[in-house]
């Protein structure tokens, strides 16, 4: 089994700055894609940013210039710096990969959430 566990969600000002991370632990080979998505109340699940094995990220236009994606490979650890947050960003944000088991089968993996509150 994998586990992904997010970490650093919170309440921050318009304008501030969080980052969360998500470290994925348990029976794995190889990660491919990690991303995060996000859901806001009343709203569909949707993609934040995802960046690839390599390194290549893609973002949301929402997101474009204010969010950055990284990843260490080394600590299976995906992280999401979100700058200039504003107000619609609150929403609670999933991590999500892409994890070859040491079974030899590709699975999606999606982690509990964590909480992004942006105050006005």
């Known amino acids: 089994q994998v586990q992904l566990v997010e970490s650093g969600g919170g309440l921050v000002q318009a304008g501030g700055s969080l980052r969360v991370s998500c470290a994925a632990s348990g029976s794995i080979f190889r990660i491919n894609t990690m991303g995060w998505y996000r859901q806001a109340p009343g709203k569909q699940r949707e993609l934040v940013a995802a960046i690839g094995s390599g390194g290549s990220p893609n973002y949301a236009d929402s997101v474009k210039g204010r969010f950055t994606i990284s990843r260490d490979n080394g600590k299976n650890t995906v992280y999401l710096q979100m700058n200039s947050l504003k107000p619609e960003d609150t929403a609670v944000y999933y991590c999500?990969?892409?994890?070859?088991?040491?079974?030899?089968?590709?699975?999606?993996?999606w982690g509990q959430g964590t909480q992004v509150t942006v105050s006005s």
């Open positions: 999500n990969a892409d994890v070859l088991g040491r079974g030899g089968l590709w699975r999606n993996y």
